[in-house]
């Protein structure tokens, strides 16, 4: 089952990423992570009633109201680091290449055609893209650790 959960946090985190960008604006992601992040403990409140139903209805015999706080603890964890992680990328990282690409432009534009300034100019957006993949990769490892090393 932890499995299932691993694999579904990497999608979520993937599409939240790299694909809502294209639909929603800047300002509807940040919003929407925000309240993720508050959404989430919410569910960590309500999740250990859903679970354990969700057991009883089931008939599984090997689980129980320990394995159920395991279980809303690692869900906590897992959507905590979606949102923040996304909160974060979409509120200050992305805004830093922006502001410093806006700096150069405005204050520096006399050595735009000089090498690193024309470099960021140029690749602005694979730069993005890059510190995003950084971002998704180590997002992979938190994740592994949430449902697979968490006790």
Known sequence: MEYIF????ILLFY???FKAPNVYSKKKLIIGNGLGILLS???????PFIVY????????????????EQISIKFLMAFLIIFFYNFFIF??????????????KKYNASNSNKKPIKFVFKNKDK?????????????????????????
């Not at 009883?56 to 394995?67: A, E, V």
């Not at 200050?92 to 410093?100: P, Q, R, S």
């Not at 990769?137 to 006790?151: C, D, G, L, R």
């Open 15 to 17: 599409y939240d990423m």
């Open 6 to 9: 691993f694999l579904f946090c």
């Open 127 to 151: 730069i993005k893209n890059y510190y995003k993949i950084l971002f998704f990769i180590t997002s992979i490892f938190m994740f592994y650790a949430v449902w697979f090393k968490m006790e």
């Open 91 to 104: 509120l200050f990282a992305d805004n830093l290449v922006d502001n410093i690409v806006g700096f150069h």
């Open 41 to 47: 403990f919410v569910l960590f409140i309500i999740s």
């Open 53 to 68: 139903l969700f057991c009883k209805i089931t008939n599984n015999p090997n689980i129980d109201i320990n394995y159920t």
